[in-house]
């Protein structure tokens, strides 16, 4: 079975800083926010901060006393929560793989604009697909995608 963990590609300008700031935020958030509280807190968390297209288009509200941060800021807010530490791991295994290269390509902020503007347009696609959804999207898929597509 293949299962890739490195890559024979060097790095001539210095460590991946965004890429390892990227990992390190969404381990850290992961780790010390999402992961100690309980299923009802972590539900009010995600659905505060993740991102859901039926409110982006201003078709519905939460319920009553749940806190929620303003539609368009969950668009980069859910890139960085996490539904599991699969779903951590997974997405932090490829953008290690990957990000460093694509950094090392495109220079330290024109990757991180590239990494957002990817973030936000995978979450874009998904609710435009289904705008009525009512379900909270969380995680860097979206990002992450972008990411491997520009190493390729």
């Not at 807010?77 to 953008?95: A, E, P, Q, R």
Request: aromatic letters at 14%; one cysteine or more.
């Amino acid at each position: 079975m293949f299962f890739p963990y490195r890559d024979d590609n060097p790095l001539h300008h210095g460590p991946p800083v965004i890429t390892i700031s990227i990992i390190a935020t969404c381990a850290l958030l992961y780790l010390f926010v999402q992961l100690p509280m309980d299923g009802r807190a972590e539900q009010a968390h995600v659905y505060g901060f993740g991102f859901i297209p039926v409110i982006f288009f201003g078709d519905a509200n939460l319920p009553a006393g749940l806190f929620r941060i303003p539609a368009a800021t969950t668009l980069i807010t859910c890139m960085f929560l996490h539904g599991g530490l699969m779903h951590l791991v997974g997405n932090m295994w490829f953008l290690w793989l990957y990000g460093d290269n694509v950094e090392e390509a495109l220079g330290r902020y024109r990757y991180l604009a590239f990494y957002v503007i990817c973030g936000c347009a995978g979450t874009l696609t998904h609710a435009f697909i289904d705008p009525g959804s009512k379900v909270p999207l969380i995680g860097a898929s979206g990002a992450i995608s972008g990411v491997i597509a520009a190493y390729l």
